[in-house]
């Protein structure tokens, strides 16, 4: 349930793709995912750069544009997660007892990791918060990747992303991290949401908004009115991008 109906890569910056196979049933998409390690082959070889970045798109300035990924493919029980940026997948479960937890399926790309920071700064490139030089150089909002002369960009505030050529020269990376899970017969929901849900809500808050919930679209909507509702107990006039996928899980035992 996108907030905003109007897709621009980074106003956006969160892609979903949720392939489900269920024998020989495929969701809308109708794209079977026969080969899962195939698709991740795949994935490396399109997000790749190179001298010639994607030809057919070279209408759209992808120099200081780009977006995240989060991808998931699920065939039989496994769950394979693989993500570049900083949206998040999360999954929430009740437990044979009756208790309601989570599970963060995806890790967070943002400059301020260790690993992340370390190869940035050995490309050249600085991280600090974006600042207001009308203001004795304040420092505003979460901290970004920018170029040595920080005049010139491009204060992208992750650490990995596709597209955003620039930001590859010092550091940004484009190679998802990839991890395999097994559902349950015990995980109910499975939650994608871009960074403007994640900035404010933690998964704690999006965990005591599923409990006891009969279906996916109303914990859907209850997550972007929350996140919005947060946006605007700190700002009158910004909301970031908040994008949000619920998918019900129903796993038979055994």
């Known amino acids: 349930v996108p907030l905003n109906s109007k897709l621009k890569l980074h106003s956006l910056a969160f892609s979903t793709n949720f392939f489900i196979q269920y024998g020989s049933e495929i969701t809308k998409t109708q794209i079977h995912v026969l080969n899962v390690p195939f698709i991740i082959i795949a994935f490396h070889f399109i997000l790749l750069p190179s001298n010639d970045p994607y030809p057919k798109f070279k209408k759209f ?3 200081n544009s780009g977006s995240t990924i989060c991808n998931l493919i699920l065939k039989s029980s496994t769950l394979t997660c693989i993500n570049i940026g900083d949206s998040r997948a999360i999954m929430i479960s009740k437990s044979k007892e009756g208790k309601w937890t989570y599970s963060q399926l995806t890790k967070d790309h943002k400059p301020t990791e260790p690993e992340e920071k370390n190869r ?11 600042r207001n030089y009308e203001e004795d150089n304040k420092e505003i909002g979460p901290y970004r990747v920018w170029l040595p002369d920080d005049t010139k960009g491009p204060g992208l505030a992750m650490s990995r992303s596709f597209g955003d050529f620039v930001s590859k020269e010092i550091g940004v990376s ?3 991290d990839i991890f395999r899970f097994e559902l349950t017969e015990y995980d109910k929901f499975l939650i994608v949401a871009s960074d403007g849900v994640w900035e404010y809500m933690s998964n704690d808050d999006v965990l005591n908004l599923a409990i006891d919930k009969k279906n996916s679209q109303e914990l859907c909507e209850d997550i972007v009115k929350e ?3 947060k946006w605007k107990e700190r700002f009158k006039n910004n909301v970031d991008d908040i994008s949000v996928v619920v998918v019900a899980i129903n796993v038979r035992k055994g």
């Open 61 to 63: 300035d992808i120099d």
């Open 120 to 130: 940035i700064i050995k490309s050249g490139g600085s991280i600090h918060k974006m």
């Open 174 to 176: 484009c190679h998802p």
């Open 227 to 229: 996140s919005l509702n």
